[in-house]
């Protein structure tokens, strides 16, 4: 088995186990995604807290994973943080958590990109990966609360022209299903 390979339940949060392409996913939204993925790119969905951006990048992931593509889900903050207590690790204790994700070869599902905290640190990782993913033509999956604008204001011009450049932006409206 390769390090890439492992099943839907074992990459997604548990919530998100029992989320269906079929049923979860806009006809709008899996009419974009497929044609996304022909080209070799990916998708932003965009909207509010709550709306089910998550749960349809899941729905999409676990039919990926039916069709032979490796998938990884991380949340942004979650991933930045790995890998940051990687690079503090003593030396034969690293994962090089940082590498495995440039050299991931499969369609990433980066969760709530946005919502971690800014700093140059963190432009610097995020654009490396982003750069890499871009530039590699590797479909990524992006979900945030953040608009194009906000995103270019947090994080700059060079990372937010990739994510334009590699995703169509897609608007996920509804009302808040965990107030709901």
Known sequence: MK???????????????DASY???????????????????????????????????AC???????????????????DLLEKIREDYEAEYNNKEDIFRTL????GILILDDIGAEKTSSWVVE????????RYQD????????????EELSEKFGDRITSRIVGMAAIVEINGEDKRIK
């Open 22 to 56: 079929e049923n979860d996913v806009p006809d709008e939204v899996k009419k974009i995604f497929l044609e996304q993925v022909r080209k070799r790119e990916g998708i932003y969905l965009l909207g509010e807290a709550g709306v089910g951006k998550t749960h349809i």
């Open 137 to 148: 033509m590797l479909p990524t999956i992006f979900t945030s609360n953040c608009s194009i």
């Open 125 to 132: 990782r995020l654009y490396l990966i982003l750069n890499k």
């Open 59 to 77: 729905a999409i992931g676990k039919y990926l994973l039916e069709e032979t593509q490796s998938l990884l889900f991380e949340t942004s903050g």
């Open 3 to 17: 390090k890439y390979e492992k099943t839907y339940e074992e990459i997604v949060p548990i919530r998100f186990k």
């Open 102 to 105: 440039m050299n991931f070869p």
